[in-house]
């Protein structure tokens, strides 16, 4: 097995025209991160590193990032005001930051006594207590010495 090496030439990084406006363009269709430097043309190394040695490419991409999002709040909001209720309600969401109530207030006027609770249980006691001495008395072994 021979190994065969592939051919490397670095490329230039700089800030071109072209490259700005790839990277506005996939900033702008919501691209992120390693995504977004593929598809303007560079590794994500190299697009990292063009950040670093020029902040206009950052800017780039900001500026793509804010164009998107006013071009989809344009929509949204053209669809609401056109009478679309789902879109006015994404529009209440995100923009005004809006919420439906999520919880149900519920009253209940009851009062419990303590009292009446103790003598319920006393009563349930009582009536147990009558059942297993009734049932004892049916056991066909109750009188016998030996189980007593």
Known sequence: ??????????????????????????????????????????TPVEYRKLC?????????????????????????NDAAMQGDAKAAL??????????????????VDQKISITAALEEAQRRMLDITADCAAELENYPYANNPVFT
Do not use: C, N
């Not at 670093?52 to 949204?76: F, H, N, T």
């Not at 994404?90 to 009253?107: C, D, M, N, R, T």
């Open 1 to 42: 097995m021979t190994f065969q090496s592939l051919p490397y030439d670095p490329r230039p990084l700089t800030a071109t025209e072209a490259r700005l406006e790839a990277i506005y363009a996939a900033a702008k269709l919501g691209l992120k991160g390693d995504s977004l430097a593929l598809a303007a043309g560079m």
């Open 52 to 76: 670093q040695m020029d902040p206009i490419a950052e800017y780039a991409e900001q500026k793509g990032r804010a164009d998107g999002e006013m071009a989809m709040a344009a929509v949204l």
């Open 90 to 107: 994404e529009v209440l969401k995100y923009a005004h930051k809006w919420s439906a109530p999520q919880s149900i207030q519920l009253q």
